[in-house]
């Protein structure tokens, strides 16, 4: 972010950002992003068009970003000293009722991708970027810790096998992922294919 970006949105208090965050989501689940506008996120929030578009540009950075704020825990901030455990722990980020909720609007968002290049952009630069290096942390300790061999060819497929996990149930099986079917995903199928004994 540039430094002129971080002066903008500096005048609003961390709460009032999260406060905002809130209602962009909720938004999103009752409409869809093609139907958010900011008209509707200024009304809900009390505030007004130009506010919004000095902190955040438009929508789709708004949008990504009130996104991204739906994963205060990272990831790599997690270390129980082994892979299983720190995926597990991941898992463990949200309850199974938040993972179906947001799973939902995170479908609805991919879809909106593909005709919107501005929320791709603002999506991968706020949510899919920072997950990926989050993953690679994780993963990059599993390898300094010997868990996981420097050259196995999952590693570069981990985050495709998680998300796919997560998208594909509600498809496949007409069921929301839980956290259950996750860590059972995790040592059916990742952890094996990285090499790393799941007993």
Same mark, same amino acid.
């Given at each position: ?28 689940? +009752? ?102 290096? +989050? ?65």
């Amino acid at each position: 972010m540039t430094e002129a970006a971080t002066a903008r949105r500096s005048r609003i208090t961390p709460e009032r950002e999260a406060e905002l965050y809130g209602a962009v989501l909720d938004l999103l689940r +009752e409409v869809g992003y093609d139907a958010l506008t900011m008209d509707a996120v200024a009304a809900r929030t009390r505030s007004s068009k130009a506010t919004l578009y000095r902190q955040w540009g438009g929508k789709a950075e708004l949008v990504a970003r009130a996104i991204r704020q739906t994963k205060p825990v990272r990831i790599s901030d997690v270390d129980t000293g082994s892979l299983r455990g720190d995926f597990h722990a991941f898992v463990a980020r949200e309850d199974d009722c938040g993972m179906e909720q947001n799973n939902a609007l995170m479908r609805g968002l991919a879809m909106a991708t593909h005709t919107n290049p501005d929320l791709l952009k603002a999506f991968r630069e706020q949510v899919v970027e920072p997950e990926m290096a +989050e993953f690679r942390r994780v993963l990059q300790r599993a390898v300094d810790r010997g868990e996981v061999a420097p050259d196995n060819p999952a590693l570069q497929f981990v985050v495709h096998m998680v998300i796919g996990a997560l998208a594909m149930r509600a498809i496949i099986e007409d069921r929301p992922p839980t956290q259950a079917f996750l860590r059972s995903y995790i040592d059916a199928v990742v952890l094996p294919a990285l090499g790393v004994p799941t007993a």
